[in-house]
């Protein structure tokens, strides 16, 4: 807050505050909104390239003044590349994107280099949480981006994980306990984790290659299980490994049951039945216990 002196003059109490201070309130912001406060006086010029976190959206990009949406994300791709190149070697507590491919791009996987570099680069300097979301659901996740000692969550929506992909996570993130993924296309035939304490799959997240397979979710030390929505297949996943389970969440698409086996239903309900909280859903009938 600005203050009159003695004088008449205005006094900046905040530029006042310890760099440290001023530097956690930027990584509250939105990384163009941090950026942009370089310009308020000399003191605050360079304070943003020390924010340990980045958050940066293509939304901040979708109103300005041009006439196309690829004017729009060039801009965008060149703020982000400007910020990753001129801030400090400081490590990163989290790195948040909002992204969005062109619709009709012929080659997504090409298109989504940006992206991953991005990933990998958060990742080269320690980010310990890390969430991605593509709002045109064309992002293609390399497996071989996700290697980091450091990272303890993540968050995927609107994507694409191929086959390998949850077998590179667990053995390139040996820390990783939190996984979120929302409405992403999962083509591996398996999920599986020895890491991971909480794990939160929502709306229509297994698609294996092989349609008629029946996909797995094997994680040993898991404490919350969440699933809100099915896989795109006509089966339930197997549950295994699943003895250090206490909560667990699960809401069914009633189609889905429908078109169950009963050996199937059985198998699935019979993995959550040693947890202390569980929250069942299927069609409009919920059940807790």
Not at 36 to 43: D, G, P
């Amino acid at each position: 807050m600005a203050e009159a002196s003695g004088d008449g003059s205005m006094e900046d109490r905040i530029s006042a505050l310890p760099d440290e201070l001023l530097i956690h309130v930027l990584s509250h912001l939105r990384s163009r909104e941090a950026v942009h406060t370089c310009v308020l006086a000399r003191r605050w010029r360079d304070l943003w390239q020390w924010v340990p976190c980045i958050d940066v959206s293509f939304k901040e990009f979708a109103d300005m003044p041009y006439e196309d949406d690829d004017e729009d994300d060039f801009e965008f791709k060149r703020f982000v590349n400007r910020l990753l190149m001129l801030r400090r070697p400081v490590d990163l507590e989290a790195f948040w994107l909002e992204y969005r491919l062109p619709t009709d791009t012929e080659y997504p996987e090409d298109d989504s280099a940006d992206a991953n570099l991005w990933i990998a680069h958060a990742l080269q300097y320690k980010a310990q949480a890390v969430k991605v979301v593509d709002y045109n659901y064309r992002l293609h996740l390399a497996p071989a981006v996700f290697t980091s000692a450091y990272l303890k969550r993540l968050h995927i929506c609107f994507a694409f994980l191929f086959q390998g992909f949850f077998k590179h996570l667990d053995m390139g993130c040996p820390v990783l306990e939190d996984l979120f993924v929302s409405n992403t296309s999962i083509k591996d035939r398996d999920i599986f984790s020895n890491t991971l304490k909480y794990l939160t799959l929502t709306d229509d997240f297994l698609h294996p290659l092989e349609h008629d397979h029946q996909p797995s979710i094997s994680a040993p030390k898991l404490i919350s299980l969440s699933i809100d929505g099915s896989p795109s297949g006509p089966r339930l996943p197997i549950l295994k490994n699943m003895t250090s389970l206490e909560t667990a969440s699960v809401v069914l698409v009633w189609k889905l049951i429908s078109n169950c086996n009963a050996d199937d239903i059985k198998q699935f309900l019979g993995e959550l039945s040693h947890v202390r909280s569980l929250d069942l859903c299927y069609g409009v009938e919920k059940v807790s216990c």
